[in-house]
């Protein structure tokens, strides 16, 4: 492994996984060994298990597999994952920003709200839409182990400069 600027890392049993100026990488400590996970654009976070790795990337969310050793881009499954609230609203899924995963639940922000996406299944669910009038809008997803969700919801101003918190 060539070692660039560390911006990132965790431990956990014998894993380490490691963001180094951009770049994925998960470490086995006893084998001293570290395989990249071939992320094509530049990673700004990771959560893993033994499953594999979710990253957030300059290109959106994905997910390594550790069985195929393959990266599987979350916003493109997102999209082809067939949810639509009405023929109206067929677009208020797709992935905007952020993300957090547990187990197989990843959830994101989406054009238009709170979402939950199954990695097992490939569909996708609201959890929380945004107002209608857009006076509140939702911001940065925690998944914990427990299965509990929280997100930080932001209302904005009559006048509309910026958000405040709500």
Known sequence: MSVGEFWDFGVEGNT???IESGRVWSLDIAARKATWLKNETQAMAAQWDSKG????????PFFYANDTGK??????EIAASGYELNSTYNAIHEYSQGGA?????????GRDGLFLFDLGTGKTRPALLNA????????NPVLLENGKLFVQGLRRRRAGIGPERA
């Open 71 to 76: 990266n599987r881009d979350i916003e493109a």
């Open 53 to 60: 790795v979710f990253y957030l990337s300059a290109t959106g």
């Open 16 to 18: 380490a996984i490691l």
């Open 101 to 109: 995963r547990n187990g197989d639940d990843v959830a994101y922000i």
């Open 132 to 139: 209608r009038d857009n006076s509140i809008v939702y911001r």
